[in-house]
């Protein structure tokens, strides 16, 4: 493997890069045949206004020519331009040519192979069958033939999902992000992308966002006049992003509210019951003493009976002496009485404790 060391800020031993392709292609005997139909690869898509789907494609081999009719994906056109690395329009690309080309019926996806077709009927039977075998695909998805997916359905279906419309200026940012957003999912909680796309946020967007719940997400690009009118007309929220970090971050922290939080109980202290008495225009009082830990007033408590949970509830009252107290300590005597519960007897034990309630994150 040969190293070059290169810089192109500076420019340094670009000269010689070149030539170690060149002498490891003649080596290799990498070569392609010119004369053939064209195939190769879409490395970029995008929709420019004006100009409409515009496709990046690197020829493997043949050569491609303005007026063929090229398939990619489930893309097809007859090519009206094709514009080479300068910006200057070109009558065809040979082998190893990055062109943009001009003239598909939509945005084809990055790294979707092209072939260049004898005509347009089969552009369409082509397109049209691999269109027919992605929804097939989707529809299959849903239906489960086995009891291992049946599991995996059920399980899936108690998940929480948080809905989102994506819109970039390029396939490729757009696939970028949709990776990461799928990254993020957990058997909990997961990113439900609705549609993604690329060029301007449109008002069929903010319709769809609306019917679903979804929030639309824009990478680099904008809603139109009415897009966002509509948007403010139907409550439906636009985010702007131009740094594909900040929008996983933003959708993160979003997907970690819609987690349960994690409840956890602090044990406080236990309180034995040495006598119970009844006052008037307050009902059964406890006389106790704490025998671990504290009590605290307004704390979570429950009453115990021979190892057996009888009630939980809160405390109502909490007295040292006469005088109502906050908290009693260890070793010390009060009375208590239970918030709605009047069922107390002597040996009961009062166990204290609060519940934390922690935020989860992913």
């Not at 050569?63 to 090229?70: E, F, K």
């Not at 397109?127 to 049946?150: H, I, N």
């Not at 109980?265 to 504290?294: D, M, P």
Request: hydrophobic share 40%.
């Amino acid at each position: 493997t040969q190293d070059i060391p290169v810089s192109a800020l500076k420019g340094t031993n670009l000269d010689k890069l070149l030539e170690a392709i060149a002498l490891q292609a003649e080596i290799l005997e990498l070569k392609a045949n010119p004369d053939s139909s064209a195939e190769g690869f879409v490395i970029e898509a995008k929709l420019e206004r004006g100009r409409g789907p515009v496709g990046t494609v690197l020829v493997q081999r043949g050569t491609l020519r303005v007026g063929d009719i090229i398939v990619a994906g489930m893309a097809w056109g007859r090519v009206r331009a094709l514009i080479d690395d300068r910006g200057e329009p070109v009558p065809e690309a040979g082998p190893s040519v990055p062109v943009e080309i001009l003239g598909c019926d939509s945005a084809p996806e990055a790294g979707d192979p092209f072939a260049v077709v004898e005509n347009e009927s089969r552009a369409r039977e082509i397109t049209d069958y691999r269109v027919r075998k992605r929804r097939q695909t989707l529809g299959s998805a849903g239906s489960a033939r086995t009891l291992e997916q049946m599991m995996t359905q059920r399980k899936e279906a108690g998940r929480k999902e948080f809905p989102l419309v994506i819109k970039g200026d390029v396939q490729g940012s757009v696939e970028a992000i949709m990776g990461a957003l799928r990254k993020l999912g957990t058997d909990e909680v997961e990113a439900r992308i609705i549609h993604s796309g690329v060029g301007g946020i449109t008002e069929s967007d903010i319709a769809l966002a609306n019917t679903s719940g979804a929030v639309v997400i824009g990478f680099s690009v904008r809603a139109n006049v009415q897009a966002k009118a509509l948007a403010d007309q139907s409550g439906v929220e636009i985010r702007y992003y131009n740094i594909i970090y900040d929008l996983v971050d933003d959708v993160k922290a979003a997907m970690s509210g819609l987690l349960p939080p994690t409840v956890r109980e602090n044990f406080l202290g236990n309180a034995q019951i040495l006598e119970v008495f009844n006052i008037s225009k307050i009902g059964k009082v406890a006389g106790c003493r704490v025998t671990e830990g504290k009590v605290e007033r307004g704390a979570k408590v429950r009453l115990i009976r021979d190892n057996v949970v009888i009630h939980e509830g809160t405390l109502s009252t909490l007295k040292r002496f006469k005088d109502e107290v906050k908290e009693v300590p260890a070793g010390q005597e009060c009375g208590m009485a239970f918030a709605n519960y009047q069922d107390m007897r002597a040996n009961d034990v009062i166990e204290c404790f609060n519940v934390e309630t922690i935020a989860r994150s992913l």
